[in-house]
Every structure is written in structure tokens, then in C-alpha cells.
């Protein structure tokens, strides 16, 4: 009989199945047990909660959350941020060709390729399917629009292997939106923008980028300094 703890709906050897095969640090190899193990296994869980299975970027869970916090921030500081949409080019054709196997290695490829052209404070995600999506935490409308060529470039240079050696190649197009300063913009419509102009860059052909910022801010210089001014808790 299977003595083994578990947690609430989980068995405890399934959990750490799950953490070996992700990759994280098998929790048994640090000598950990009772309430540490179980709590080391919680953490792992959560975490892979927040990722992709297939990709290992976040997922839409956690671009949510980083999107919810940033535009907080931006409407708190003063300071952009922008979100593009990545949408990998004729994919389908992908799998109808190669197999679904070549598509699952496709989207690895392009999601390493985000990672690597990402600043450090950035965040990229797989939303679902073909698509990803990418958080520019204070970043001008000009970098955004380098970042976004940037990408576009990597994602076109990347390949991904089939088990018969051949290499496939996709191209993406990105559409942009970038969140007014002083603003307390909605997720949701922000990432609608981005998505217009995702729409724009398919239109015009494919592996390009469409790239617009929000409407200005209608804070004047006087009120932002105002703002500044006071303590956080006492502004008028």
C-alpha cells in the first residue's frame, strides 16, 4: 500500500514528478522533509502554475498580474510601459506540413528567441496557440518600436530542428500599444489596442511590425508636478 503524504488532491510523488520534469531542484536532494518538503513542493507548484508547459515562458496567468502591477505603476509614476502581441505567421502551415511535433518546436524556438531579446526588466509570455505577448515596463515609444523590430528580426533568424535534421523557419508579425503616462489604463484595452495593430502588420503582409501609442496623457506639467509634490497618501 501507498503510504506516501500528499497534499490537498495532490500525491506527493506525482508533485515531485512534476518539479523534476520541469526542471526545478528535486526537493529530496537538499534532505528536506515533514513541513519544510511539503512547503519546498508548494512552491514549486505555484511556480509551475505561472508557466507554460511547453515553452517555459510565463503564461497568461502571470502576464495578467505583471500587466495589472505595471499599469499601476504608470498611472502612479509618470513612467510608460507598452505591451506588444507576437503572432507566429501562417503556423498552421507549420503543422499541416511538418507535424504537430515541428510545431510544438517552432513555438519552443520562438519563445527562446523573445527571451534573448528581452532587457531584463521585461516579461514575455505564451497567451495560447501561435501567440505570445510581451510587457515593456518604462520604455519611450521609439524603444518600444526597436524592441518590437528587434524581436521580429530574432524570431525570423531562429530555427527549430525536426528529428530528421531539417530546420524550420517562421516569421511573426508584432502589434504594439503603449500605456499613456499618469494614466490608470484597463489591461484588457490596452491589450485590445496591441491588438488592432497586430491586425495591421497581418494586413500589410505579414512579418512586419504595427506599433501606435495610447492617447497622451491629459495630466498638464503643472499637475504632474503637483502630484509629485505630495506624499503618497496626501495628494489633493
Known amino acids: 500500500m501507498d503510504h506516501s503524504p500528499e497534499l490537498p488532491g495532490v500525491n506527493l510523488e506525482e508533485a515531485l514528478r512534476l518539479?523534476?520534469?520541469?526542471?526545478?531542484?528535486?526537493?529530496?536532494?537538499?534532505?528536506?522533509?515533514?513541513?519544510?518538503?511539503?512547503?519546498?513542493?508548494?512552491?514549486?507548484?505555484?511556480?509551475?502554475?505561472?508557466?507554460?508547459?511547453l515553452t517555459?515562458?510565463?503564461?497568461?496567468?502571470?502576464?495578467?498580474?505583471?500587466?495589472?502591477?505595471?499599469?499601476?505603476?504608470?498611472?502612479?509614476?509618470?513612467?510608460?510601459?507598452?505591451?506588444?502581441?507576437?503572432?507566429i505567421d501562417r503556423f498552421k502551415q507549420v503543422n499541416d506540413t511538418y507535424g504537430h511535433l515541428a510545431g510544438d518546436r517552432v513555438l519552443q524556438a520562438v519563445g527562446a528567441a523573445l527571451g534573448q531579446g528581452l532587457?531584463?526588466?521585461?516579461?514575455?509570455?505564451?497567451?495560447?496557440?501561435?501567440?505570445?505577448?510581451?510587457?515593456?515596463?518604462?520604455v519611450s515609444p521609439a524603444s518600444a518600436r526597436r524592441i518590437a523590430e528587434r524581436l521580429r528580426e530574432r524570431i525570423a533568424a531562429a530555427s527549430a530542428t525536426l528529428e530528421d535534421a531539417r530546420a524550420v523557419r517562421v516569421?511573426?508579425?508584432?502589434?504594439?500599444?503603449?500605456?499613456?503616462?499618469?494614466?490608470?489604463?484597463?489591461?484588457?484595452r490596452l491589450i485590445a489596442l496591441a491588438d488592432q495593430h497586430l491586425y495591421v502588420a497581418k494586413s500589410r503582409g505579414r512579418n512586419c511590425v504595427s506599433f501606435e501609442h495610447a492617447a497622451s496623457s491629459a495630466v498638464t506639467p503643472q499637475e504632474r508636478a503637483m502630484l509629485l509634490a505630495f506624499p503618497r497618501g496626501r495628494r489633493p
Open 171 to 188: 516569421t511573426a508579425s508584432i502589434g504594439g500599444a503603449l500605456a499613456p503616462a499618469w494614466e490608470r489604463m484597463d489591461p484588457e
Open 119 to 138: 532587457r531584463s526588466m521585461d516579461l514575455a509570455a505564451r497567451t495560447g496557440g501561435e501567440e505570445f505577448a510581451v510587457v515593456l515596463p518604462n
Open 56 to 87: 517555459g515562458l510565463p503564461n497568461r496567468r502571470h502576464l495578467t498580474a505583471t500587466l495589472e502591477r505595471e499599469l499601476d505603476r504608470v498611472a502612479r509614476t509618470g513612467e510608460p510601459a507598452a505591451v506588444l502581441l507576437v503572432d
Open 19 to 53: 518539479l523534476r520534469q520541469s526542471g526545478q531542484r528535486d526537493p529530496l536532494a537538499d534532505g528536506l522533509g515533514g513541513v519544510a518538503l511539503l512547503q519546498r513542493v508548494i512552491d514549486g507548484l505555484c511556480e509551475l502554475s505561472l508557466r507554460d508547459g
